[in-house]
């Protein structure tokens, strides 16, 4: 267990639909990013936040959204959903924004497996 | 834009054989990460370098970091079946306020075949 907690673990549904992911970050880690995995895409950066703030934004569509509430846990929203959405989605977190100094591994969750029919 | 290439993308070995996966990035970067993925599961933190001629070993497994030609190398040392995994390279690109941005590599599926 890594201590990085994600729900659902899979989650079937259709075209059109919404769905929220759910992150629980490692106890003292501050920031969370979201990254896609599909076979063609491989790990796509989706988006991070520290300790409540949006840090840095990659491939993330318009149609997905994320925020971290004050009790740092994040949620990464995924609406009007395609078939091309399908993929396991993958939370991470790391101590902090370590700036020059630190490693600041990020460690990941066990993943949300989407798919979209 | 940060690109990261991987290369070889299939490794197949013998036991007990000895091999190099590399991992070529395009711009700089004093930070490197190298993953494990086991078929249906999570990304496990092998190593973090960074700096240059940083080197850090685990096992079978050696990796090495020159900034200057912007190259990773994870060396397989006498393979054994539990291996057996996909091993991503990610290179940290700072992001502002403090931020490093990782950008992986597709990664190298590796088979350890007796």
């Known amino acids: 267990d890594s201590g990085v907690t994600q729900t659902p673990k899979h989650l079937i549904t259709a075209t059109g639909q919404r769905v929220t992911l759910r992150c629980s970050p490692r106890?003292?880690?501050?920031?969370v990013y979201w990254y896609q995995q599909s076979l063609d895409q491989g790990l796509q950066f989706l988006i991070q936040y520290y300790n409540g703030e949006e840090r840095a934004k990659g491939n993330i569509l318009e149609r997905f959204s994320a925020q971290q509430f004050p009790d740092l846990h994040s949620e990464l929203n995924l609406s009007s959903l395609e078939l091309g959405d399908s993929a396991l989605y993958f939370c991470?977190?790391?101590?902090?924004?370590?700036?020059?100094?630190?490693?600041?591994?990020?460690?990941f969750g066990a993943g949300s497996r989407l798919t979209v029919l | 834009e940060l690109k990261v290439e991987q290369n070889p993308l299939f490794l197949s070995m013998q036991e007990g054989k000895n091999y190099t996966i590399y991992c070529n990035y395009s711009t700089t970067s004093d930070r490197l990460y190298w993953y494990r993925q086991d078929p249906g599961k999570s990304l496990e933190s092998l190593f973090v370098l960074l700096s240059n001629g940083a080197v850090k070993q685990e096992g079978r497994l050696m990796a090495s970091l020159d900034t200057k030609a912007r190259l990773s190398t994870l060396h397989i040392t006498a393979a054994v079946h539990d291996l057996s995994a996909t091993y991503f390279c990610a290179v940290a690109a700072y992001s502002g306020a403090g931020s490093y941005q990782l950008t992986f590599g597709k990664g190298t599926k590796l088979s350890v075949i007796p």
């Open positions: 106890s003292g880690d501050l920031s």
């Open positions: 991470a977190s790391s101590p902090g924004t370590s700036g020059h100094s630190g490693a600041n591994v990020l460690t």
